[in-house]
């Protein structure tokens, strides 16, 4: 089960870091509801939610939520005494401070570039953040802490995201329709388009059949070939010595008597 909850939350943090532009350390906005939870459960956020993300994590908190839970008494002092050791982002409500919730809910209006994830026991609070894209839930499920799976807006607003990638500039969708009606009217002109940076003149060369290199002449074929006879061998036949002496006897001239 630890397996597949880390398998989870790395596919979970991955969505947010490719379409989103989320990176590490991560930005861990933190309210009193969270903080109190973990300190019930016994859990060092320090050092459990860093190996759960899977890179480093940067605790921060707003002034709204440490004076809310001061104003809460000794019920939350745990909380307390947690939230006044993270880092204190400046939420604009010094002067006039309002709850918790509707701060983080402010922090989070431009959190394409703040990327903040947000980690709160609040379901009320999780339930607003959930249908804002591009905002990453945290919260404890017992002992353990979780990240919710993207919402259905989030993975809509990256699903768009990913096709303006691929999809055509104003300039390049006019020159393309102006060239398509060009075309099929017949009447295109070269000062029309000569700005455009796709369409290169290129200077005409002679025709590459005419520039064929000229055949050499063979003068092999003016010089008479001369057959090549071969000479037979003539196959000696040896005679043994005492048919030659025969021969020669039988050549002498016999004299008369």
Request: with cysteine; charged share 25%.
């Amino acid at each position: 089960m630890r397996l597949k909850r880390h398998q989870k939350a790395e596919r979970n943090i991955n969505f947010y870091c490719i379409n989103f532009g989320f990176r590490k350390p991560f930005q861990v906005l933190v309210d009193g509801t969270f903080c109190m939870a973990s300190a019930q459960n016994r859990v060092q956020l320090r050092d459990n939610i860093p190996k759960y993300l899977g890179g480093e994590v940067k605790f921060l908190t707003t002034q709204c939520v440490v004076l809310e839970t001061e104003a809460l008494g000794a019920a939350v002092r745990p909380a307390m005494h947690i939230v006044k050791n993270f880092g204190i982002h400046k939420c604009g409500h010094e002067k006039k401070p309002i709850s918790g919730a509707n701060c983080l809910i402010s922090m989070t209006k431009d959190n394409m570039k703040t990327r903040y994830i947000i980690a709160s026991q609040d379901k009320s609070l999780q339930n607003i953040l959930y249908n804002i894209p591009a905002i990453p839930v945290m919260y404890f499920n017992g002992l353990n802490v979780l990240l919710k799976a993207p919402s259905p807006t989030s993975i809509e607003l990256a699903h768009k995201k990913r096709q303006s990638r691929f999809s055509l500039t104003e300039y390049e969708t006019n020159t393309l329709t102006n060239l398509k009606s060009s075309i099929t009217t017949g009447l295109v002109s070269s000062d029309e388009f000569k700005d455009y940076p796709g369409i290169f003149k290129r200077a005409k060369g002679p025709n590459p059949l005419s520039c064929k290199p000229k055949k050499k002449k063979n003068n092999e074929d003016n010089v008479p070939k001369v057959e090549n006879k071969i000479k037979r061998k003539r196959k000696r036949i040896k005679i043994p010595k005492h048919v030659k002496e025969e021969l020669k006897i039988i050549k002498k001239p016999t004299t008369s008597s």
